[in-house]
């Protein structure tokens, strides 16, 4: 069974566990465990226009590489990394422990996109069992969102951020993972 706990960042912080709003609420609510501003995605085009409307002179400007247009993957990971214009990461001061064959799936609450302007930047967010305790942040869970609004939004500790629900998945016939996880975000695809 599914268990959620504090990290050890967060022990001493009045962190809640997520709960369901109702008895037949399908997921459990996450929130904020700090205040952190959202800036807007126009304050954000802001910054990457300070480098000109050229993305390849800002490419080139950022790397040295003459002519050159992001058009990679680790292209695109490298010029966001230099502009520091990523979506925002809500840390919610929250892990999970799973079984084997489930995951967390992390979704928006309904009134982010409608009443905020604020959309889960990866749709929905996958958690697999083996990102709990990992060794780079412990299994922290955070929520990463971009804000169409045309203002830098402030989310306060406390605030309902966005909904975890606990699935199980099923693994084909000829399944042959290659590895075992060895960090946080993103660390699986390494």
Known sequence: MAKFEVIEKYKDQNINLPVRATAHAA??????????VIPSYFTLCSIMNNYG?????????LTGETGTVPKYLDEMAE????????????PTGIKCQLADDEYLELVARSSMPLKHWLVLANGEGIVDSDYYNNPDNEGHIMFQYINFSPMDIIIKKGERIGQGII????????????????????????
Do not use: M
Not at 27 to 36: K, L, N, S
Not at 79 to 90: D, G, S
């Open 27 to 36: 997921g459990y609510d996450f929130e904020a465990a700090e205040d952190i």
């Open 53 to 61: 409307t050229n993305y390849g002179d800002i490419f080139s400007t």
């Open 79 to 90: 010029l966001t990394k230099a502009l520091r214009t990523k979506p925002t990461l809500i």
């Open 167 to 190: 699935r199980k998945y099923y693994i084909t016939e000829n399944d042959a993972p290659g590895g075992e996880r060895t960090g946080g975000f993103g660390s699986s695809g390494k």
